[in-house]
């Protein structure tokens, strides 16, 4: 479709299997013990984007409807990348550059995004995301002190 955004296209592809609703930049799978939140940041100086990645534990959260910011474990696609495919992430998500057709950047973001799905949705449970930062799978510093209070990694 003329116009639209391929980051947009990548997640909407990529989320839409698991079952996550968008609200506008955002995408949102809600669990019994956590909302998982995928959000597509844009950037105030430019055609740049992020990716972040939101947990809310629910036990704790004190907001009706989280946004990204409010999640208690956070990270960016490109936080849990290999070197070579961060580089490659953050020239996909600049739209400035014309290193690659709409097409191809669809493709490639999501594939990307694809890759730090499983993580995200490792979090669906409390247990679940204990275990990701407890193995390293994400570090630490990612994670909110209430949420290291409430995983008992604090």
């Not at 910011?69 to 998500?93: M, N, P, Q, T």
């Not at 930062?133 to 630490?140: E, H, I, N, R, Y």
Request: net charge negative; hydrophobic share 45%; charged share 25%.
């Amino acid at each position: 479709m003329p116009g639209s955004n391929p980051l947009v296209d990548a997640v909407a592809f990529s989320v839409k299997p698991f079952g996550f609703r968008t609200k506008a930049r955002s995408w949102y799978l809600e669990n019994p013990e956590t909302i998982l939140i995928v959000n597509l940041q844009k950037s105030q100086f430019g055609n740049q984007f992020y990716l972040n990645f939101s947990v809310v534990l629910r036990s704790i959260s004190t907001v009706e409807r989280p946004k990204q910011y409010h999640g208690d474990i956070r990270f960016r696609l490109e936080d849990v990348l290999a070197s070579a495919e961060a580089e490659l992430c953050v020239k996909l998500l600049n739209l400035e550059n014309q290193l690659f057709s709409d097409e191809e950047r669809q493709a490639c973001f999501a594939e990307l995004v694809d890759r730090a799905l499983p993580l995200l949705l490792r979090c669906g449970t409390e247990a679940g995301a204990a275990e990701a930062l407890s193995s390293k799978a994400l570090p630490d510093w990612m994670l909110s002190r209430a949420g290291a209070e409430r995983l008992h990694l604090g």
